[in-house]
């Protein structure tokens, strides 16, 4: 049962423009949702999160858009530039104390130059 | 200074071997996890420890036991591989608290091929 879904598989964006990744999650305790950037030979790592009291959260040219009530939430990338070539992860999980995240199934990102 | 780091990157092995892959962390976390990326890229996680007690335990068989000698250090061993282990396996790390520090660090990943 796949609690995360995420989508597209893949997307090619012309450099410059804009990359939108969409997930939607089904498990309403959910209440932490990070997006995790993932270059080949790399583990995960962390790029930005957002928890459901706001809508709306920006760090440079990303930023992840929460809608609560469909339960969605996107991640967008401004000005896409070919070092953001990579796979993105979104995930979620419940805040227990300790962290045990359930990860969409990755959307791979190519900017062409 | 590598944050969290896991040995090998690369393990080749027959069917029915046991192999083990390690892991450190540097940060003074208190938990850590291992996740399994299939190779469509998906990423479950398989166990959790704080502190060197067991939290998380996914449907995992039998075959894989973690083994958290303190809690610097969380280790996978896995007996009898089968052909369905071949996978990346990371190594995590996070705080304890993750209200005030929600972060997990990933290890560069151990790709495992049972042939």
């Known amino acids: 049962q796949q609690q995360v879904k995420q989508s597209p598989q893949s997307l090619i964006v012309q450099k410059g423009g804009i990359s939108i990744i969409n997930c939607a999650y089904e498990?309403?305790?959910?209440?932490?949702f990070p997006w995790y950037q993932q270059f080949p030979g790399k583990g995960p790592a962390l790029l930005i999160a957002i928890r459901p009291d706001v809508s709306e959260k920006k760090e440079g040219r990303f930023t992840i858009s929460f809608n609560k009530s469909a339960k969605q939430f996107s991640l967008h990338i401004m000005d896409s530039q070919p070092g953001d070539s990579a796979t993105y992860f979104c995930?979620?999980?419940?805040?227990?104390?300790?962290?045990?995240?359930?990860f969409g199934t990755g959307t791979r990102l190519l900017v062409s130059p | 200074d590598t944050a969290v780091s896991q040995t090998p990157k690369y393990l080749v092995t027959q069917m029915g071997n046991d192999k083990s892959i390690k892991c450190e962390q540097n940060l003074g976390h208190d938990t850590m996890y291992w996740y399994k990326q299939d190779s469509k890229k998906f990423l479950k996680i398989m166990f959790s420890?704080?502190?060197?007690?067991?939290?998380i335990n996914e449907t995992v068989p039998n075959r894989f036991s973690p083994k958290s000698p303190d809690k610097a250090h969380l280790n996978l061993h896995i007996n009898s591989l089968e052909l369905g282990d071949s996978a990346v396996y990371f190594c995590?790390?996070?705080?304890?608290?993750?209200?005030?520090?929600?972060?997990?660090?990933f290890g560069s990943g151990t790709q495992l091929s049972v042939l």
């Open positions: 420890y704080n502190n060197k007690e067991l939290i």
């Open positions: 498990n309403t305790a959910f209440d932490y």
């Open positions: 995590a790390s996070s705080p304890r608290d993750s209200i005030l520090n929600e972060k997990l660090f």
């Open positions: 995930a979620a999980s419940k805040d227990t104390g300790f962290q045990k995240l359930v």
